[in-house]
T-cell receptor, first 112, second 113 residues
């Protein structure tokens, strides 16, 4: 069973626009929710992460919004740039970065 | 890739043959993981290690075994490769429990023909 569901599978956004990727989880024991960014031929790299005691976390152009009651969280990329074109994975775990459960991934393309 | 090296980077093997993938880390991370990445599934945990000679199964462990005889090395073995094991394999490592970042290697693309 897919414990973390991610949508959309692919997303095309114009340069300067807002990219939004959504994830939903099932296990209420999850307490750590990171987003990873992956470029072709590379391994995933941590982008930003949140714990459920806050509803939003912002780092530069990247923001995580978290809704504990709905068991959903999302990644917002403001002022999207061509260099943001990559595959993004949401994930969830208990306690930290151990044994991450990943979503299916979203291929993001930013058109210049 | 934070000091995590996977070898080989690419491999083609025949059905039924054993295959071993190697992960080497230089940062003395305690925890190490093997994930496989497949379209539509994201990354799924195969096996993990929480110390030398301490390993456990992940979500998709059937057909795989692991060994960790030294802190820096974590080996993944496909005992008898099948076409369903064609995938990209990633090794990852984290430090102490509660550590908030997993560091990934660059992946091994394995094709079973």
């Amino acid at each position: 069973q897919q414990q973390v569901k991610q949508s959309p599978q692919s997303l095309i956004v114009q340069k300067g626009g807002i990219s939004i990727i959504n994830c939903a989880y099932e296990n209420t024991a999850f307490d750590y929710f990171p987003w990873y960014q992956q470029f072709p031929g590379k391994g995933p790299a941590l982008l930003i992460a949140i714990r459920p005691d806050v509803s939003e976390k912002k780092e530069g152009r990247f923001t995580i919004s978290f809704n504990k009651s709905a068991k959903q969280f999302s990644l917002h990329i403001m002022d999207s740039q061509p260099g943001d074109s990559a595959t993004y994975f949401c994930a969830a775990s208990i306690g930290g970065a151990q044994k991450l459960v990943f979503g299916q991934g979203t291929r993001l393309t930013i058109n210049p | 890739d934070a000091g995590i090296t996977q070898s080989p980077r690419h491999k083609v093997t025949e059905t039924g043959t054993p295959v071993t993938l190697r992960c080497h880390q230089t940062e003395n991370h305690r925890y190490m993981y093997w994930y496989r990445q497949d379209p539509g599934h994201g990354l799924r945990l195969i096996h993990y290690s929480y110390g030398v000679k301490d390993t456990d199964k992940g979500e998709v462990s059937d057909g795989y075994s692991v060994s960790r005889s030294k802190t820096e090395d974590f080996l993944l073995t496909l005992e008898s490769a099948t076409s369903s094991q064609t995938s990209v394999y990633f090794c990852a490592a984290t430090g102490t429990a509660g550590n908030t970042e997993a560091f990934f290697g660059q992946g091994t693309r394995l094709t079973v023909v």
